[in-house]
C-alpha cells in the first residue's frame, strides 16, 4: 500500500513538471475553458424564455447543475483522457507489454499514470460555478450536506472512470476504440442540463443504462434537500458495481491479450 | 487539363482508393457517426423547454431542424489538422511532397471516400428517427434536396479550407491542434448545431452572421428542413467565404512548403 503511495507521487510530481514546461499550453487551455463555459451559459440561458424554468428548475439550480457538469469535464481533462485515452496507444504499439511486465498492478498504472494540471482550473471554475449557483438558489449549506455533497461527486467520479475504463479495455480486442469514447463523451453531455428535462424514456436511459443523472443532477438536488436516501445509497450502489464491473472485465480482458510476438 | 495536379485519371483512382480504404474501418465510421447524437440531445432538451415557443418553430419544425443539422454535420466534419499533423510528425509528408499533386488533394479525397462510407450508417440513424418521431417525417423537393446538397457541400468546403488554413500553420507551429480546439469552441455554439439561430439574442445572431459558423451548419440544415431561408444571402456568404479562404490558404501553404524544405536542408 506504502509503495502504491509513493509511486503515485512521484508519478504526479514528474507530470506536473513536464506540464510546466509548455506554458503556452495552460494559457490556451484556460481559454478554451473560459470560451466554452461562457458559451454552455450563454446557450443555457436561451432556455430560460418567458417563465424562467427548465423542466421545473429555476436558473440558479441549473447552474449548479452546469457546476457539477463542468466539474466532471475538468476531471475527465485532468485525470481520465490522459491516462485512458493511452490505453489505445499500449495497445496499438505493442508497450502494453512493458505495463503488465511491472511488478505493480496494471489498472493501476494505466488509470493512474499521468496527470494533466491544464484541467485543474476548469474544475475549480465549476466548483465556482456550483457554489455560486448554491448562493443563489438559498442553499443553506451544513457540514453534513456538504459531506455528503463529496461523497456524491466521489461516486459520480468512479462512475465516470468506471464507464471509460469499460470502453477503453475493448481495446485489447478492437484496438482502435478512440471513437467509442467520443460517444460516450457526447451522452455525458447530456448531463449538463437536468434530468427532469428530458422526455420520460431519456430519463430511464440516463439514470439506469447510462447513469448520467448520478453525476449531476443528483448531488444537486442533495444540495437542494430533495434527493431522498434511497436515491444517494443508489448511486454509492451504482459506483462500486461499475468499479468491480470495470475491475472484472479488465482482469478477463487481459486472458485474451496476446502480444504481437505470441 | 490539370489543376494544381489533377486530372480525370487521377480523381477516380484517389477516390478509388481512399474509399476502399475507409471501407476497412467501418465499425470506426460507424461509432463516428453515433458520436454525432448532440443535435438529437439538444432536440429532446428543446422540446420539453417553454423557450421554444419563442423561436416560431413547432414541434415538427424542431424535430426536422435537428436532424437536418445532424445530417448536414456527418458531411461536412473535417479532420485535416489531425491527419495533416500526423503525417508531418511520421514523415509520410516529404513523399507527397514530391509528388506532382498538392497534397491537400489527398485529404479531399479521404474526406469524399469517409462521407461515402458514412451515408448508410447516417440513413440508418435518420430511419431510427423517424420510427421514433413518425409525425417529423418528409421528404425535401427534389429542387429543395439539390440546394440543400449544394449548401453542404459548400458548408464542407469552407469547412475544410478553413481547417487546411490551421494546418498548414503546422509548419511554423506544433500548436496547430490546440487552434483548431480554440476554434472548435465557438463553432459549436454559434453553428446552430445546438440551437437554432432563431433562437439567439438578435445581437447575437447578427454578430454570428459575420463569421463563418452560422454557413457550416444552419444555413444548409435549414434549407433541408424546408424552412424559409434567404437563399441568396446564404448562398452569397456561403461562396464569399470560400473567395476568401482559398487564396490564403494556397498562399500558406506554398509559404509553408517552402519553409519545410528548408528545415530538412
Known sequence: MERYGRTLRRFWSTAVAVQLEYQANVLIELLAVAMSLSGSLFLLSLFYGPDQTLGGWSWAQALMVQGLYTVFDGMASTWLRPNLGAIVTHVREGTLDFVLLKPIDSQFWLSLRTLSPAGLPEIGLGLGLLAWGCHQAGVVLSLSGLFTVLVMLLAGGLILYSLWFLIAATSIWFVKTWNATEVLRALLASGRYPLSAYPPALRLLFTVVLPVAFLTTVPAQVLLGEAAAPMLLAGLVLAVLFFAAARAFWLFALRFYTSASS | ?265
Open chain 2, 1 to 265: 487539363m490539370r489543376i494544381l495536379g489533377l486530372n480525370r485519371r487521377i480523381i477516380r483512382v484517389l477516390l478509388g482508393t481512399q474509399y476502399a480504404h475507409m471501407l476497412e474501418y467501418r465499425a470506426e465510421i460507424a461509432l463516428w457517426a453515433l458520436s454525432g447524437v448532440l443535435p438529437f440531445i439538444m432536440l429532446s432538451v428543446w422540446s420539453g423547454s417553454e423557450a421554444r415557443t419563442g423561436l416560431g418553430l413547432d414541434g415538427v419544425a424542431l424535430d426536422r431542424y435537428f436532424l437536418s443539422a445532424f445530417l448536414v454535420r456527418q458531411f461536412s466534419v473535417v479532420w485535416v489538422v489531425y491527419a495533416f499533423e500526423e503525417d508531418a510528425l511520421l514523415g509520410r509528408l516529404s513523399p507527397y511532397l514530391l509528388q506532382p499533386l498538392h497534397p491537400l488533394w489527398r485529404y479531399v479525397a479521404a474526406h469524399l471516400g469517409e462521407q461515402l462510407t458514412r451515408l448508410p450508417f447516417a440513413a440508418v440513424i435518420a430511419a431510427v428517427f423517424f420510427v421514433i418521431q413518425p409525425q417529423a417525417f418528409w421528404l425535401p423537393s427534389f429542387g429543395g434536396f439539390l440546394l440543400a446538397w449544394l449548401a453542404t457541400w459548400l458548408a464542407f468546403a469552407i469547412a475544410f479550407l478553413f481547417q487546411s488554413l490551421i494546418a498548414a500553420l503546422c509548419f511554423w507551429s506544433e500548436k496547430a491542434s490546440a487552434l483548431e480546439r480554440l476554434q472548435f469552441i465557438p463553432f459549436v455554439f454559434l453553428s446552430g448545431l445546438l440551437a437554432p439561430l432563431t433562437a439567439f439574442p438578435p445581437a447575437v445572431r447578427a454578430v454570428a452572421q459575420w463569421t463563418p459558423f452560422p454557413y457550416l451548419i444552419d444555413f444548409p440544415a435549414r434549407v433541408l428542413a424546408g424552412q424559409s431561408v434567404d437563399l441568396a444571402a446564404g448562398f452569397g456568404a456561403q461562396l464569399a467565404w470560400v473567395a476568401l479562404l482559398l487564396p490564403l490558404v494556397l498562399l500558406l501553404w506554398r509559404a509553408g512548403v517552402r519553409r519545410y524544405s528548408a528545415m530538412g536542408a
